[in-house]
């Protein structure tokens, strides 16, 4: 079973407090993974961010929620209980309850969500409130992220595809050297593009000490990379007698190609043109940050009373 969107987790958590007994957070966690049938894998599933599992997050939005609407109290830290508000909720709504049954209960909660809208030039902006989504802010945030990346990313390819083949080799050594290979970038600039012979476009130190060698093959290339291309370059990496090798593309390669890295005994890692977009987004090369936005969360410690 799928994951249960925060919304539809609000009944089950509330029946689950209509004992009046003061429950523990991990209490009512487990109470809606077994009611939801949610596995131990889908449970380790993160949020976009990777900074909380989205089931923990989507039951913290629920209970803040409900909580905001006063339809749950908090005695005590990570402890709730069920108010009278609460009990005529799951009374008066048969079915899911939604964050619109909240907003028309609880004036402090209309109230909330009404100063969350931001004005913008055309007049009061009226942006999705939570009775019209499923996601959680957190989930919101981090997909808003992930499209934003995903644009940008396919930019850096359309532009590396369109760029020369000595600008490409100088993208390759900057990006290496920002993913901590090849000492310095003067020593990468001079082993990049300076073999040219035998399938070898050139040579990089795998870590600052020069202790190991790899050698780099990369193509600004628009066709499919096949296996017979992956064979040429194993067979350089054998006249060397090297052990180490990395296929850079700009396009993509085949299944066969794949295959036969993983079949060999020499350690090929195939990069393809999205893969080497997201480790440029990811190390700052060739994208540079636009806005940050810092998310904080209340610091619970620091309302603890002796």
């Not at 939005?61 to 069920?82: N, T």
């Not at 999705?128 to 808003?144: C, F, G």
């Not at 370059?233 to 593309?249: D, E, N, P, Y």
């Amino acid at each position: 079973m799928a994951i249960p969107d925060y919304q539809s987790l609000m009944r089950p958590l509330l029946q689950f407090l209509a004992d009046g007994v003061e429950h523990p957070l991990r209490d009512i966690k487990e109470h809606l993974a077994s009611h939801f049938s949610v596995t131990a894998e889908e449970r380790d599933q993160m949020l976009p961010s990777g900074v909380a599992p989205i089931f923990t997050d989507r039951i913290s939005w629920a209970r803040y929620y409900l909580q905001r609407a006063g339809m749950l109290h908090q005695p005590r830290r990570s402890v709730y209980q069920i108010t009278d508000a609460g009990r005529a909720l799951l009374r008066e709504v048969n079915g899911k309850i939604l964050s619109s049954h909240l907003r028309d209960r609880s004036a402090e909660f209309q109230h909330w969500i009404d100063g969350n809208r931001v004005p913008n030039s055309a007049g009061p902006a009226e942006p999705p409130t939570p009775s019209e989504q499923q996601s959680t802010p957190e989930e919101t945030l981090a997909n808003a992220y992930q499209s934003l990346r995903r644009a940008v990313e396919a930019d850096i390819l359309a532009r590396l595809r369109a760029c020369s083949p000595g600008f490409f080799e100088q993208v390759v050594v900057r990006l290496l050297v920002a993913m901590g290979y090849g000492g310095s970038l003067q020593d990468a600039g001079q082993a990049i593009g300076r073999t040219g012979d035998e399938g070898i476009d050139g040579i990089i130190n795998e870590d600052r000490l020069g202790l190991d060698t790899v050698y780099i093959q990369a193509k600004r290339w628009t066709a499919t990379i096949g296996r017979p291309d992956i064979q040429q370059f194993a067979g350089a990496l054998a006249g060397k007698r090297a052990k180490k090798g990395v296929f850079i593309t700009t396009s993509s390669f085949s299944a066969e190609a794949r295959a036969y890295a993983g079949s060999i005994d020499y350690k090929i890692v195939l990069i393809s043109g999205e893969q080497l977009a997201a480790f440029m987004f990811e190390h700052n090369v060739g994208a540079a940050p636009a806005s940050l936005y810092e998310v904080k969360k209340v610091d619970t410690d620091f309302f603890e009373e002796e």
